[in-house]
């Protein structure tokens, strides 16, 4: 195997033994990483706490900007070896992961990949929540028997990279991203910079299982994600300077509408499902017209 190194970063207590089972489960891959970096979010007591607990893992602050993806940065800057494979503190690789990931680097035209995320509820799924939107909770949405393919994104929560082409792009944006209530697509945004000069495959055999919440199965929260990721792509599509024109995000919505209507049209929890993907469209729309209107330049008058 090329050589790895595994960076897991975490910020919240409430998130510690999900951590334990992340570590142990990211040393005990065959082969194993050459290094676990778990970095710390601006927790002094978590940081100290995971010092104490992992003797074999490099544990670090994250002094920088505060968020996920400072945190990621952090690690990157650690590592030696030519690979950083990216996994979250509430997700825990199941046996084969990294191996998985790493495999389609042998072709030297990828520069980076990324693994299916599949929901490990804390209580029961929403019956009302559609699988097009697993994305609101962290998880990724496959279809079964799917092969390794070419993508234009990945998730952050599974993923992995040359370290050179990562380190050439500055890493992720900084104070772009997931911090407190303010969620942006800093993984897509990283991944059509990197994909300039290379191309990012989708390894669907690469899994975590990524803890989710009840605090995060509520009508409320869906639409909060929702409303964030219309203004995060509007934001990320500015930032980007117009290369990219978020054509997935176009055959995404033609084909969750399509979806949506036909769902509707059923009884039951089928149109449960189809009323909560018009409601989720419905708040990101609002969130794209939001962030288009609060962050049009000022003309000051002649």
Known sequence: MTGVTVVIPCHSDREWDGLVRTVAAAHAQVPPPDAVVVVVDHNDGLFERARAAFPRTTVVRNTGSRGASGARNAGARLATTPLVAFVDGDAVPRPGWLAALLAPFADPRV???GGRI??????ARPGWLPDEFLWTVGASHLPDGAADHRVRNVWSGNMAVR???FVAVGGFRDGFGKVGNRSRPEDTDLCVRMGRSGEWRLVP???VDHGVPATHTTYRYFLRRCYAEGRGKVSM???LGGRDDLAVESDWLRDTVR???RRLARGGAERRRGGAAVTGLAAASVGAAVEVLT???VRTPR
């Open 111 to 113: 520069t980076g990949t």
């Open 118 to 123: 599949v929901p490990a509820w804390a209580g």
């Open 163 to 165: 370290r050179d082409a």
């Open 205 to 207: 055999g690469a899994v």
């Open 237 to 239: 599509a500015r930032l």
């Open 259 to 261: 979806s949506s209507v």
């Open 295 to 297: 962050t049009l330049p």
